[in-house]
């Protein structure tokens, strides 16, 4: 009976969704804080559930993010207002947070949307030559991509090229998005650019100062969201401030004069 009772306090409600609480949530710590001691407004935990959960979140999120993006390209058979050199450089930011990620052993609730972000953004970029006429090009980009990608991730970059390729994210995201901010104002509009994966870019950005400092303690990975979200946010006004403008707009505005 006494072995019955010290089991029955060890158990919680909660037993049957252990396994998934621990995997993806919590560690057993705050596991115990919550469900076996009751204390649900612990603190540092809180911070970790709602870092886990955050980064659960974007990284499903980033899984469909620039779909919206990619399908207005493929329906509008064009890449009007969009810069392939922006597109560059997103993959070279993208692609150092991954490998740099992954190099340092963070969890994959920290930098997961960075693959899916990497696999649109690629189509993205493959579309941006097609429907301008450059679909040889498109096709070398996609090789060239692959494999430099197949060399970062491999251990024969040492650590310190993977570093410099991190650290190289903030001018390259500065670069890239006032690339894609000046082509907006040039063209009095956004183009084919998709307000929905602007937000969700944004909003994704975000929350990422967040998990980074809570998830790796990695002061230049903070950093580089801080400096994203400023960026996205900048064509994310862009996109507000052009809402009612586009390029038929612009096209009829100048018959008419």
Wanted: hydrophobic share 50%; net charge positive.
């Amino acid at each position: 009976m006494a072995e019955e009772t010290v089991l029955n306090e060890g158990a919680s409600f909660m037993d049957p969704f252990k396994g998934l609480l621990l995997t993806y949530f919590m560690p057993e710590s705050c596991y115990d804080e919550f469900f076996l001691n009751f204390n649900f407004l612990y603190v540092p935990c809180l911070k970790i559930v709602l870092s886990k959960g955050l980064g659960i979140g974007i990284i499903l999120g980033s899984v469909m993010v620039k779909l919206p993006q990619i399908i207005k390209l493929m329906g509008a058979k064009s890449a009007e207002g969009l810069s392939f050199q922006t597109v560059l450089l997103e993959l070279l930011a993208i692609t150092g947070t991954m490998a740099y990620s992954i190099a340092n052993k963070f969890p994959f609730s920290a930098w997961g949307e960075a693959l899916f972000l990497m696999l649109q953004t690629v189509a993205i970029g493959f579309l941006i030559q097609h429907y301008g006429g450059r679909t040889s090009r498109g096709v070398l980009f996609l090789v060239v991509f692959i494999g430099l990608l197949v060399l970062v991730l491999s251990p024969v970059t040492p650590m310190p090229v993977v570093t410099y390729l991190q650290a190289s994210n903030m001018p390259a995201i500065i670069i890239g998005r006032l690339i894609q901010a000046a082509a907006n104002l040039r063209n009095g509009h956004t183009g084919q650019l998709s307000a929905v994966s602007v937000f969700l870019l944004f909003a994704g950005s975000l929350a990422r100062i967040f998990t980074s400092v809570q998830e790796t303690g990695d002061t230049l990975m903070a950093v580089t969201y801080v400096i994203s979200s400023a960026c996205n946010g900048i064509i994310a006004l862009q996109v507000l401030y052009y809402w009612n403008s586009s390029p038929e707009h612009k096209k009829k505005k100048k018959k008419s004069e």
